[in-house]
């Protein structure tokens, strides 16, 4: 904890009670408390040049504005909504508008089989010739481009999503339903996902719907490219991704190792650097289901470390994913786990949960004690003040993700979410999307809207704003040079974007 930190807290306290005894006038002390608060808060500190002032103001209108109607009118409160009732309000929003066009670093938290949107991946992927459906024993739809009936567990004969589409009366209509098995959006969340359970199976099986279909040379290829262009396109540079590495397959039927998925991502990653010189590219995590027997874990982060030792400055990390609190907790894997290569990282799901005290509460304590670098989600880490208090000490960023814990039901109003309390006294954090493809988001706009309309106090703007962006890079793991050229690129599209900003360019 730094210094500061404890003497604004201390002298805030001293002057709290001076109130009292007269020797400072209330009002005095009550504006001293409010101010001391301010900068505590994620940039309060730091400064803005005249210009931003002035972008400041604008941003400030807009997002004051649209507070002011959901103070008065509930029901088109945005900060407060579910994302999926207030959607169509926040997408005309001007405060998202700004978002949009803001430069927002880098993704740290996106898994990469969500991060394509579900209009595109119907537009383009459902339309690849030789896609087959076939469901499984409950019901769900599973598709691929190649028959594997054991690991797919149909219980169908398989279709052609052509033949579906051509005998279908309106084929715009099957488009509809057919995006619907990658997408979780509903008008009625509370009636569709009545709880937790709910919304967990449906996400799960969106996941089993398209995993077997990107690991088709051709769509994963197509995909690929397509994350790269909805990210710059959403003005981010640089991401860290989450990928599994299970073997991709072509049309012949042949299959390819991991190595093989490594020289793809690279390649496209290349290819899209000449087209965009300004994106920076991407680093994988390595990422493995924690729900399936601890055999395979290991299996999987034996495969991590042959990998990371190949490409160390690619394949950079290690990740447990699925729903904590159905899977194993990383309790269960400490004596492996122990054993990471010095030159790679962990960055653990901990702390997506509400329970309080059980074992996956504990991942928390357990991704900290495996040194890990970030922590995806911390949902619940202001639960435990030694914990917190560590990741502000050691630097560890939360990786926030406001969208994906609504919609997941950790959370029903944004305003509550604990991500208040990170911001609240500048906690390291940073803003993600994991898995906007799966609830109709694209790039990182929409959960930085949440940040500053649901996380942030009211008058807060452009300082936490630009203190989040910068955090994105801050606790990225880009080498020395790679941070240096991030920074650079980033003051350079910051300070286009203000003068756009000044200039009416964005609204
Ligand atoms: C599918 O996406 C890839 C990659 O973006 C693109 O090259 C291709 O033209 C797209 N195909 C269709 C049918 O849209
Ligand atoms: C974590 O870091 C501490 C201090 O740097 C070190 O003593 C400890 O061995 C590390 N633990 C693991 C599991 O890497
Ligand atoms: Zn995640």
Known sequence: MSVSYLVTIASILHLLSYAHCGFISYEDARKAVIQAEDLLITGGRIHLNAKE????????????????????????????????????????????KFLKRMPKGAILHLHNTASVSSEWVVRNISYMPGLLRCTNKDGSSIMS????????GCASQYVRVSDE???????AAYDRNFEKLINLYTPVPEYDYPTIKHVWRKFQNMFSAINDVLRYLPAFRAYSWRMLE??????????????DFKELYDYSGRTFPPERTVREILAIVESFRRQYPSFLGIKVIFSTHRDVERTRVFENFEKFKNLHT??????VGFDLVGQEDRGKPLHNFISELANLPISAKYFFHAGETNWYGASTD???????LLNTTRIGHGYALLK??????????????IEVSPISNQVLHLVADLRNHPGSFYMSQNLPMVICNDDPGFWGTKGLSYDFYYAIMSLAPNHVGLKTLKSLVWNSIRYSVLDKGERR??????????????SDVLQGKVF
Do not use: C
């Open 53 to 96: 002032d002035r972008a400041n103001d604008i941003f400030m209108r807009y997002k004051l504005d649209e507070l002011g109607a959901g103070f008065y009118d509930s029901d088109v409160n945005t900060a407060g909504l579910h994302f999926f009732k207030g959607k169509k309000l926040v997408e005309q929003s001007q405060v998202l």
């Open 145 to 152: 481009f190649r028959r594997a009936p054991l690991e797919h």
């Open 165 to 171: 589409r051509a005998r279908s009366i309106n084929p």
């Open 230 to 243: 909805e990210m710059y396109e959403d003005n981010v540079m640089y991401a860290e991704v989450r990928m």
């Open 310 to 315: 190949d490409h160390p400055e690619f394949i």
């Open 362 to 368: 504990f991942n928390l304590l357990d991704a900290l």
């Open 384 to 397: 435990h003040p030694v914990l917190w208090n560590a990741v502000k000490k050691r630097d560890v960023a």
């Open 485 to 498: 050229t991030a920074f650079e690129n980033l003051e350079r599209a910051w300070d286009q974007f203000i």
